[in-house]
C-alpha cells in the first residue's frame, strides 16, 4: 500500500458498532472485567487504551515496523529506550542532537552510570572507534537538529549488527513520509510526533517502532510502568494528524527547497545549512536513503551574531518566534538560546551551532509570502 493511501487508512477500520468513518475517542480511565482477571483487552488506561490502540498501530504501518508505542511527549519516549539499559552500559550518540535529549542523557542517565561517547558519525572508522566492550545502544538523528547533518543508517546499522549493538534513529526531522529507518536495518525508530505527525502545533507527543519482539516488550514494560503515556484526546488529534502528513509534507519539501536557493543567493546570507542543496555535505546520502529533503533549514547571516540574528528574528511576520516544528505555520528560532540552550557554549559551537544561527520550519503557506517575508527581515540586518 502506498504511504498517502496509508496516511488516510492506516491504524483502523470503520468502527464496527455504528459504522463510524473516524475511531471513537474512548474517555476512560477503566474497564469492566468480566471475572477477576478477565477482560476485553483493556483493564487500566495508561497499560491501553482503544484510542491509542488505533494510533499505534497507525505509527507502525507508517514506519514497516511491528509494534507501535506512543508517549505524552518525544522525551517520554527517549527516556523509555534509555531506561533499556542498565549501570554501566555505554551509549554512542550523535554529537549534534536535539537539546532535550543532550540534556536527558547527560544530566540524568549519566549520574546513573550510564557512559556516553559522542561523535559525528561521519566515517566507520570513526564509529568503530567509539564503540566499547560495554556499548550497547547507538543513538542518532538525521537529518539533525539544527545543523541538518545527514548520517548514513545503513553504514551505522551493518556496524551495529557486528557488534550486537541497538541501533535508535530518532526520525523526527524526516517524518514517516521521507525516511524509513528500520527498512535500512535501525532497530528502533523515534519520533517527536509533536512534530510534523501532529502537524497542527496542538498537541505533544512521542512515539517509537521496533519490529524487534524482544525490544518491543521491554518497551512496553517501561512504558507501563513509567505512565508516560498520551491522553485519548491527543491520540485522536494524532491520528487526524496522520491523515494529511502526505499532503502535508509534500509542501513542506517543495516550500523548504525553494526558500533553501533563495537564502543561498541573498547577499546578506553567508551559508545555508540544507540536505537538498547540491553543495550539502550529506546531499548525496539524503538523497539515497530519503524520499525528500524535509522542510527544516538553518543558515548563518554574512555577519553572524547573536544581535544580528536576534534583529532578523525579531523582523519577520510570518515566520513566527517561537520553539518547536513540523508544525502548517512556518516557524523560526535561535538554537543557542532556544531549543538547544541547555548544551554548554563550548560544546555548542563545537558542532556547528553558533550564535548566529538561525533555524526555519517551513510551512506550507504560499513560497512567495514566506520569501518577502524573509527578505524584508534580512534587509534589516
Known amino acids: 500500500m502506498k504511504k498517502s493511501t496509508l496516511c488516510v487508512h492506516a491504524g483502523h477500520e470503520p468502527e464496527p458498532v455504528t459504522g463510524a468513518v473516524m475511531p471513537p475517542v474512548f474517555f476512560t480511565s477503566t474497564y469492566v472485567q468480566k471475572a477477576p482477571g478477565e477482560h476485553q483487552g483493556y483493564d487500566y488506561s495508561r497499560a491501553g487504551n482503544p484510542s491509542r490502540t488505533v494510533l499505534e498501530k497507525a505509527l507502525a504501518e507508517l514506519e514497516g515496523g511491528n509494534h507501535g508505542f506512543c508517549f505524552s511527549s518525544g522525551m517520554g519516549a527517549v527516556d523509555c529506550v534509555l531506561k533499556t539499559l542498565s549501570t554501566g552500559d555505554h551509549v554512542v550518540a550523535m554529537n549534534d542532537l536535539y537539546g532535550g535529549t543532550y540534556r536527558l542523557f547527560r544530566q540524568s542517565y549519566e549520574k546513573l552510570g550510564i557512559g556516553f561517547s559522542f561523535i559525528g558519525c561521519s566515517s566507520a572508522a570513526e564509529i568503530e572507534a567509539a564503540i566499547q566492550p560495554t556499548t550497547r545502544l547507538m543513538w542518532i538523528e538525521t537529518p539533525t537538529n ?45 519520533h517527536s510526533m509533536t512534530k510534523y505527525i501532529g502537524g497542527h502545533s496542538d498537541l505533544i507527543m512521542g512515539g517509537l517502532v521496533t519490529s524487534d519482539n524482544r525490544l518491543a516488550e521491554s518497551l512496553f514494560f517501561n512504558q507501563k510502568s513509567t505512565g508516560a503515556t498520551p491522553g485519548p484526546m491527543d491520540c485522536y488529534l494524532a491520528l487526524r494528524g496522520i491523515k ?30 540544507y540536505p537538498g542543496l547540491p553543495e550539502h555535505p550529506g546531499h548525496l546520502i ?16 554574512k555577519n553572524n551574531s547573536a544581535e544580528n540574528a536576534r534583529i532578523f528574528l525579531l523582523n519577520t511576520r510570518l515566520f513566527v518566534l517561537a520553539e518547536s516544528l513540523g508544525g502548517v505555520e512556518s516557524l523560526a528560532s535561535h538554537p543557542a538560546s532556544m531549543t538547544h540552550a541547555s ?28 520569501m518577502e517575508d524573509l527578505n524584508a527581515a534580512l534587509m534589516q540586518c
Open 146 to 190: 539544527p545543523t541538518l547533518k545527514v548520517v548514513d543508517i545503513e553504514l551505522c546499522a551493518q556496524i551495529c549488527k557486528k557488534h550486537g549493538i541497538v541501533l535508535v534513529v530518532d526520525n523526527t526531522f524526516a517524518s514517516p513520509l521521507l525516511q524509513n529507518p528500520l527498512a535500512l536495518g535501525a532497530d528502533v525508530v523515534m
Open 244 to 273: 494529511t502528513l502526505h499532503l502535508r509534507m509534500k509542501a513542506h519539501v517543495e516550500n523548504a527547497g525553494q526558500i533553501a536557493q533563495f537564502l543561498q543567493g541573498h547577499q546578506k546570507v553567508a551559508q545555508v545549512y
Open 286 to 301: 539524503a538523497a539515497k536513503q530519503m524520499n525528500g529533503f524535509g522542510g527544516m533549514l538553518s543558515f548563518e547571516l
Open 343 to 370: 548544551i554548554p557554549a563550548e560544546v555548542r559551537l563545537a558542532n556547528g551551532i553558533s550564535d548566529g544561527l538561525i533555524r526555519l520550519s517551513v510551512g506550507v503557506e504560499d513560497v512567495e509570502d514566506l
